[in-house]
Each structure stands twice: as structure tokens, then as C-alpha cells.
């Protein structure tokens, strides 16, 4: 398995991250929250996309859903980040 790709949220738009994960790379991404900093890691298994929170496993079915959970979360870049 390649070497994970660890990113802070914002670091890159949802393009370079659904690339890195569609080619087989774990995204870890540092991001924060109101009781501080914590990593997130996205993956894809080639049939589902995953989430995983220090909470909670999340399952996205297509690559549409996992766009979305990125941009809602502020995982990646936005344009008016560029």
C-alpha cells in the first residue's frame, strides 16, 4: 500500500483529492473543530468511498456523494480559495 497523502483542509481542491483516493492513496486530512484538531481519512475500496471520522465511519455509494461530503466539510479547496 502506498504512503498515505496528508493534507490540512483546504490544501487542495476536491479534484486532487478524489484523484489521489480513485488511485488507490488514503487521504488523511487535518482539520479542526470546536473541540480542536483531529484527521479525517478518505479512501476508496473500487466500489465505495469512506469517511472515516474519530466518530463515525461514513459510506458514500458514488463519487458524486463523496464531492459532496468533501465541499460540506470543508475538506478541500474552494475557488475562491485559488
Do not use: F, K, W
Not at 480513485?22 to 465505495?48: F, H
Amino acid at each position: 500500500m502506498s504512503n498515505p497523502l496528508r493534507i490540512s483542509a483546504g490544501d487542495l481542491e476536491a479534484d486532487a483529492i478524489m484523484d489521489a483516493i480513485e488511485d488507490g492513496r488514503r487521504v488523511v486530512i487535518t482539520t479542526t473543530a470546536a473541540q480542536g484538531e483531529y484527521e479525517v481519512t478518505l479512501r476508496y475500496d473500487g466500489s465505495v468511498y469512506y469517511c472515516d471520522t474519530p466518530t463515525r465511519l461514513h459510506r458514500h455509494e458514488t463519487e458524486r456523494e463523496m464531492r459532496t461530503c468533501i465541499r460540506n466539510m470543508g475538506y478541500g479547496a474552494t475557488a475562491e480559495d485559488a
